[in-house]
């Protein structure tokens, strides 16, 4: 099991910037994808972005594609998502995720380790 600790939330207006991090620990070795998904109030937790451990390669919901970027760290055990050119529909609770094997990379059931969240609010 990995232990997910996610920071870097908080309330931005419309065009700003954020940036997110989450602290891996524990069996990160066996880690094979991390990944952000969001959920708003009322809604499905949805996939935003993910990168694969070994190899880096990134994948962005159409929603976010051009605006964030993932990207990891694996001498610290560490991801980042900057989030740039903000809208007030990016409002959510951002999670932190970790896939210990080969699965659908967009797909929440093939992520086996979350993060608490962190919230945030982009305003208009």
């Known amino acids: 099991q990995v232990q997910l600790v996610e920071s870097g939330g908080g309330l931005v207006q419309a065009g700003g910037s954020l940036r997110l991090s989450c602290a891996a620990s524990?069996?990160?070795?066996?880690?094979?994808?991390m990944a952000w998904f969001r959920q708003a109030p009322g809604k499905e937790r949805d996939f935003v972005t993910a990168?694969?451990?070994?190899?880096?390669?990134?994948y962005y919901a159409n929603s976010v594609l051009g605006r964030f970027t993932i990207s990891r760290d694996r001498t610290k055990n560490t991801e980042a998502l900057q989030m740039n050119s903000l809208k007030p529909e990016d409002t959510a609770v951002y999670y932190c995720?970790?896939?210990?094997?080969?699965?659908?990379?967009?797909?929440?059931?093939?992520?086996?380790?979350w993060g608490q969240g962190t919230q945030v609010t982009i305003s208009s």
């Open positions: 995720a970790a896939a210990s094997r080969v699965g659908g990379i967009r797909l929440r059931e093939s992520y086996d380790s």
């Open positions: 524990g069996r990160t070795f066996s880690t094979y994808a």
């Open positions: 990168i694969t451990w070994g190899g880096g390669s990134a």
